[in-house]
């Protein structure tokens, strides 16, 4: 079973992993294979709005990986796994709460080789960049918003410099008769 090949530290580094992974301010998942989650820090756990013993040993694509988005994430995994693409990859993906809310995701995965040296799980790291994607989408509505009264004032100010033109031309008319 991919578990224990994944849980063969001592319980002293288990513990010591847990200490460290849950010290990072990111989310730490570890899948198998399959795609079922062996591991998951505090940090995931508390943005899913699980405990992390609820996460361990759910299918993560089918419980936690927005449907939109599901077999494009799977995909990534099962490349992973099989070796086709590089560790390291980065894919930004939305997940779901246990709420049924959405968080965006930008992950960092890489792999995990059992003794053997072969690959038998994926390995993690993501940050939620939810509130910063929601701060650059209402910058960019703003900035759109201005450039169109840009133009309006630009547009209007063009339009009073021909007025004015064109009144300067009939006072002329005006005095030269």
């Known amino acids: 079973m991919v578990e224990e090949n994944f849980l063969t530290f ?8 847990q200490k460290y ?7 730490v998942v570890v899948l198998d294979k399959e795609g079922k989650v062996i591991f998951v820090n505090k940090k995931a756990a508390e943005v899913l709005g699980y405990k992390e013993e609820e996460i361990l040993g759910k299918d993560w694509f089918l419980d936690f990986v927005d449907e939109k988005e599901r077999e494009r994430v ?7 796994i099989l070796g086709k693409i590089t560790p390291n990859g980065h894919v930004i993906n939305f997940v779901v709460t246990k709420e049924r809310g959405k968080r965006l995701i930008s992950w960092n995965n890489t792999v995990v080789f059992n003794q053997d040296k072969d690959i038998f799980a994926t390995f993690s790291v993501g940050n939620d960049i939810t509130e910063e994607k929601e701060k650059e989408e209402a910058l960019r509505q703003k900035t759109e918003e201005l450039e169109r009264l840009n133009k309006l004032l630009v547009g209007r ?8 033109d064109q009144l300067k031309k009939l006072q002329e008319k005006l005095n030269e008769s």
């Open 10 to 17: 001592s319980d002293e580094e288990k513990k010591i992993m």
């Open 157 to 164: 100010e063009l339009k009073m410099i021909e007025l004015k």
């Open 21 to 27: 992974c849950d010290f990072l301010n990111v989310l």
């Open 74 to 80: 799977k995909k990534v995994h099962q490349e992973l």
